[in-house]
Nanobody
Framework: VQLQASGGGLVQAGGSLRLSCVAS????????MGWFRQAPGKERESVAR????????FYADSVKGRFSISGDSAKRTAYLQMNGLKLEDTAVYFC????????????WGQGTLVTVSS
């Protein structure tokens, strides 16, 4: 499984960006696809995830109400719509998908940088 993340860039605080993650290969990956981020000097954190079989979503408290994850399960493509961006959202954003074990993210994309400026 290969994941390709895109959509990062430079945006002013309060602005919006939409990240995309496309899975390819066979199989497409497991039941969960998630977005993570890692800011300089900080640990990687989970931002949002979607469960393809149920459509259920999960968000970190820090992004609730501002970010929205969606996608196309058949194409294993996920999007992260980020609105109301804050300076603290600056990070490298990674997408990942689980494999046969839904409790573990086995496949990771290369990351896309989001920089929020004041």
């Amino acid at each position: 499984v290969q994941l390709q993340a895109s959509g990062g860039g430079l945006v002013q605080a309060g602005g919006s960006l939409r990240l995309s993650c496309v899975a390819s290969g066979h199989p497409f990956g497991g039941d969960f696809m998630g977005w993570f981020r890692q800011a300089p000097g900080k640990e990687r954190e989970s931002v949002a995830r979607i469960r393809w079989s149920t459509g259920s979503t999960f968000y970190a408290d820090s992004v609730k109400g501002r970010f929205s994850i969606s996608g196309d399960s058949a194409k294993r493509t996920a999007y992260l719509q980020m609105n109301g961006l804050k300076l603290e959202d600056t990070a490298v954003y990674f997408c990942a998908t689980t494999g046969p074990d839904s409790s573990r993210y086995d496949y990771w994309g290369q990351g896309t940088l989001v920089t929020v400026s004041s």
